[in-house]
């Protein structure tokens, strides 16, 4: 599974001829945003391993450049082990200082210090 939400920035790509007359030779996308990929699968009778990837980058507003920077936040899991029906707690993203709202996850980093939790908890559907 795949959710992302964000920004996408086109800029422009820039070459400078032998004679000094500077044209244009492509276009370069750059992106933004919350990117959440997780892939579930059975590791026993019992568990499930999960891993998980959440990325948070935002671009730099202050920055004009034609590659803009961006600030980015990573939390990783790989082969975590889960059973049916219990909660984990996964992880926590800190943010500073950063302006930007998205939509499924309702997150908001307007203030100075914003944080994201991911919890876990697996559900198996079972034919009754």
């Not at 990783?76 to 909660?87: I, M, N």
């Not at 309702?106 to 009754?128: A, G, Q």
Request: aromatic share 8%; hydrophobic share 30%; glycine share 6%.
């Amino acid at each position: 599974m795949t959710f992302s939400d964000g920004k996408e920035i086109t800029r422009e790509q820039h070459s400078v001829s032998e004679n000094g007359a500077t044209r244009t030779s492509g276009y370069s996308k750059f992106s933004d945003g919350t990117r959440l990929t997780m892939t579930l699968r059975r590791a026993s009778d019992l568990s499930y391993a999960i891993d998980m990837n959440l990325s948070i980058s935002v671009f730099d507003k202050s920055d004009k450049s034609n590659v803009p920077a961006t600030d980015k936040s990573e939390l990783k899991a790989e082969g975590l082990l889960v059973r049916d029906s219990q909660v984990y707690y996964v992880g926590s993203l800190r943010r500073d200082n950063v302006s930007h709202k998205g939509g499924l996850f309702l997150y908001n980093f307007d203030k100075s210090h914003d944080m994201i939790t991911i919890w876990l908890r697996v559900r198996e559907l079972k034919n009754s």
